[in-house]
């Protein structure tokens, strides 16, 4: 964990110690030595919503690979970051790629930064990693001064049961969720009749106070939260 994501953590922690949240425990260990521990060498099935280019500060990608066992299915809604998510993973029928956004099943507009080469090496890495349906999410980073390259698209929405659907996803082992503070929304479609993931790891970051109280209310009947990072780690008791 580096010093930045320890510091945001004792912040948050501060946060929910204030607000008489349930307490938080900081997890001792990294979330992919959790999931090498609980999700077995011989099968594994992960679902990972916001895949970015499926490569760059990407907790899951190595592992993946590594547990050729293993199957993954992949949500990216921006069509440059798609082609290399597909590209950062070999063909193989193991994989499964969907250029849509997990929302309520409209159609609607995405936003996020488009950099050419030269402009990218002017701005933090991170900054290709932001895409929203809200447009001032990306605003409210470097002092606006992302504005400019600020790109809109069209993108076709799908609920969570309707993108499982599709791929005929019987059971999760590792749900991962990175949605630029959206992360909610697409975590409460989750019908735990249907689906129970050993793991769930989503980004807190960017969530207001209450998302965080009701994301904790939803998931802690069945799951040990701890803070991760920028994340939660969530594991089924």
């Not at 029928?93 to 050419?116: K, Q, T």
């Amino acid at each position: 964990m580096s010093h930045h994501n320890y510091f945001c953590c004792m912040n948050w922690l501060n946060y929910f110690q204030r607000y008489r949240e349930p307490s938080v425990e900081v997890c001792s260990e990294k979330p992919m030595e959790v999931i090498k521990k609980l999700v077995p060498n011989t099968e594994g099935f992960v679902v990972q919503i916001g895949s970015h280019d499926g490569k760059t500060h990407d907790p899951l990608h190595a592992l993946i690979l590594e547990r050729t066992a293993w199957r993954g299915l992949f949500v990216e809604p921006v069509p440059y970051l798609f082609e290399k998510l597909v590209a950062n993973y070999p063909k193989s029928p193991r994989f499964y790629f969907e250029p849509s956004a997990i929302n309520n099943g409209e159609n609607a507009s995405f936003y996020f930064v488009n950099l050419s080469d030269q402009e990218l090496h002017a701005f933090p890495e991170w900054v290709s990693m932001l895409g929203s349906f809200k447009r001032s999410h990306i605003l409210k980073h470097l002092d606006g001064s992302l504005e400019k390259h600020i790109e809109e698209i069209k993108i076709q929405g799908l609920k969570l049961h309707q993108l499982f659907q599709k791929y005929s996803i019987d059971k999760i082992h590792v749900l991962h969720i990175d949605a630029e503070g959206y992360d909610w929304e697409i975590l409460k479609q989750l019908d735990f009749r249907e689906y129970l993931p050993t793991i769930i790891l989503f980004e807190y970051a960017h969530l207001s106070g209450e998302e965080i109280s009701l994301a904790k209310r939803f998931l802690s009947p069945r799951y040990n939260i701890s803070v991760a990072g920028m994340d939660f780690l969530c594991v089924l008791r």
